[in-house]
């Protein structure tokens, strides 16, 4: 009887080293697939990250283009008839504007009204810069490319393309799926929410400023914090308020760079 008792006892702590095991090789393999899925993420985040840098990059060579020409030929319908015909033709809908050392609209393909709340900053920022160079500010719903037009060194105004960030995110983000929970947003460098494929409701909204709406799917914005403040390593995790883990990997599209003619 004590024989039988001793192998029991024996089959129970053995099991129980067993079950020990697997637990902590599940987690250990849980713990190692998830690290390589947030790599894998990160790399992901890296390629779609180049592709809008890429992507900025060309329109701004396309906008330094459109100045040179403005530059050396005297304005009229002729012109920015030719302009459209000049614009090299983007992946994305662009739209085509130039306005004069007022901010007058000279002539403009796209909406007038988005265009009015920005037209002091593109005056503003185009004043400053030299003639031959371009680059990207961003007015949220639009990102804009700038260039200023100069004749025999006079500041004669400025040529613009503007696309919108909705429409950068269709074409870049949106496809972007991991599992059945999985998505991209985008978000600027003031904390400020600008795309968001679930919750649209969201954009806009800005992680310094969260309300009670916000926490329903955050239980903070720390991570998010640490990513706009350049404190994030190129992923990390977190828990949602339901207590689901979530992975997360980003990176930042440097979108302010001015660029000059070779």
């Known amino acids: 009887m004590k ?7 024996t089959l ?8 020990t095991m697997n637990i902590f090789f599940q987690q250990s393999l849980q713990t190692e697939m998830a690290e390589q899925f947030s790599e894998q993420q990160s790399l992901l985040s890296k390629t779609i990250g180049k592709d809008i840098t890429t992507y900025l990059s060309l329109i701004k060579i396309d906008v330094l283009h459109m100045a040179g020409m403005l530059s050396k030929l005297e304005l009229s319908q002729e012109i920015y008839d030719e302009l459209q015909k000049e614009a090299v033709i983007t992946i994305i809908k662009v739209d085509i504007g130039v306005l004069n050392p007022r901010g007058e609209v000279m002539f403009l393909k796209g909406d007038r009204g988005l265009l009015k709340h920005s037209v002091s900053d593109i005056l503003s920022q185009s004043r400053k810069m030299p003639a031959g160079t371009a680059k ?3 007015n ?3 990102v804009y490319a700038i260039s ?4 025999k060194g006079v500041y004669e105004g400025v040529v613009l393309l503007a696309v919108s960030v909705e429409d950068i995110a269709n074409h870049f983000v949106s496809s972007i799926k991991s599992g059945s929970r999985g998505y ?23 992680i310094y400023k969260a309300d009670a709406a916000c926490f329903k799917c955050h239980r903070t914005f720390d991570l998010e914090k640490k990513i706009v403040e350049g404190k994030a390593s190129n992923y990390g995790r977190y828990m949602s308020p339901v207590g689901e883990d979530k992975i997360i990997a980003f990176s930042t599209v440097a979108i302010d760079e001015s660029q000059s003619l070779p």
């Open 140 to 142: 949220p719903p639009i």
């Open 136 to 138: 990207i500010i961003e």
């Open 184 to 206: 991209a947003w985008i978000m600027d460098s003031d904390g400020t929410l600008l795309y968001h494929p679930t919750q649209p409701s969201m954009v806009g909204g800005n």
């Open 3 to 9: 024989g039988y008792l001793l192998i029991i006892v």
């Open 148 to 151: 200023p037009i100069y004749r």
């Open 12 to 19: 129970v702590v053995v099991i129980s080293a067993l079950i």
